[in-house]
């Protein structure tokens, strides 16, 4: 099974300013994808991380926003850009291998914006 | 389109009872189904999956689901409650683009279990 690493796995950060959050997979997946987990709530998939390619964004989720990268099979990164408070939530990294069929997460990185 | 329903967003059991965490799901195609769980400040652990094999699906820490297709139903259940159950659960179907798997996961909107001593 693969392994998801996440950083920062938590930050407190300034309204108005920007996060980038690492994924490093610890083999190549087909697939890798980020969610947001806002407090109380559910998981919403916000993008898939395209390899070579802009990210695929789902609604209400733009790049502007959210810009990512994927420039390999085992590395992606999110940008929370110009944060508010309603930024505050969890963001989990995914990846899927389309081979096995199986799908792993990281452990989330904890933000909170002030 | 696909996506899941969580009948119940809380569910109180005493210890040592039985466990139900229903869930619904809607899917034009054969759906592949998962049950995770998030305990406080932690990752999501995968419990256990369906992909359209056995209809009754065995996971980790004494869990199961069964797949109910006439009834379109996943509901999960453990014969007795453990303390360390106590966390959110989270039934989950994969997302299809025609009958193929993309490998985005819908949520449903969780349910969080307490177990009472």
């Known amino acids: 099974s693969a392994v998801i690493s996440q950083k920062p796995s938590r930050d407190i950060c300034q309204r108005g300013t920007s996060l980038t959050i690492q994924c490093q997979v610890d083999?190549?997946?087909?697939?890798m994808f980020w969610y947001r987990q806002q407090p109380g709530q559910s998981l919403t998939l916000i993008a898939t991380a395209n390899q070579g390619s802009e990210a695929t964004y789902e609604s209400g989720f733009v790049i502007d926003k959210f810009p990512i990268s994927r420039p390999n099979l085992t590395f992606s990164t999110l940008t929370v850009s110009n944060m508010s408070p309603e930024d505050s939530s969890i963001y989990l990294c995914?990846?899927?291998?389309?081979?096995?069929?199986?799908?792993?997460f990281g452990e989330g990185s904890r933000l909170t914006v002030l | 389109a696909q996506s899941v329903t969580q009948l119940d967003s809380h569910v109180s059991v005493s210890e040592g009872t039985p466990v139900l965490l229903r869930c619904n799901y809607s899917s034009s195609y054969s759906p592949s189904l998962f049950w995770y769980v998030q305990h406080p400040n932690k990752g999501l652990q995968l419990l256990l999956k369906y992909t359209s094999a056995a209809t009754l699906v065995k996971g980790i820490n004494g869990f199961e689901a069964e797949f109910k297709k006439s009834e379109t139903s996943f509901h999960l259940t453990k014969p007795s409650a453990h303390m360390s159950d106590a966390a959110e659960y989270f039934c989950v179907v994969s997302s299809r683009s025609g009958s193929s798997n993309t490998g985005k996961l819908i949520f449903g909107q969780g349910t969080t279990l307490q177990v009472k001593p």
């Open positions: 995914s990846a899927w291998d389309r081979n096995t069929g199986e799908l792993f």
């Open positions: 083999s190549q997946v087909t697939m």
